[in-house]
């Protein structure tokens, strides 16, 4: 079983900065992307961010040079860094990760219990 814990939301003025994390614990026995999405009220869920173990991180137009992902592979932890906020940042935040359990099983997509942005102009 795998468990996702998020941290780090809350409420922020226009232009802040905020800090989510993201740790996965549990039966893991490789990972194979880690990332954030969103998603507003009366909206579809987002991608955000995107971190393949073997491959180039890619974001949303509308954070590109405001967020960035990051990721703490010896703690199975991904973090999302938000600079310069906006009020249409709003919404909560889902971090997704997509892993094996063991050798030779589907690789899984969990996500976490989401965390809520709030920004105010």
């Known amino acids: 079983q795998v468990q996702l814990v998020e941290s780090g939301g809350g409420l922020v003025q226009l232009g802040g900065s905020l800090r989510l994390s993201c740790a996965a614990s549990g039966s893991i026995f490789s990972i194979f992307a880690m990332g954030w999405y969103r998603q507003a009220p009366g909206k579809e869920r987002e991608l955000v961010a995107h971190?393949?173990?073997?491959?180039?991180?890619n974001y949303a137009d509308s954070v590109k040079g405001r967020f960035t992902i990051s990721r703490d592979n010896a703690k199975n932890t991904v973090y999302l860094q938000m600079n310069s906020l906006k009020p249409e940042d709003t919404a909560v935040y889902y971090c997704?990760?997509?892993?094996?359990?063991?050798?030779?099983?589907?690789?899984?997509?969990?996500w976490g219990q989401g965390t809520q942005v709030t920004v105010s102009s």
């Open positions: 997704n990760v997509r892993l094996k359990e063991r050798i030779g099983a589907y690789i899984g997509s969990y």
């Open positions: 971190s393949p173990s073997d491959g180039f991180t």
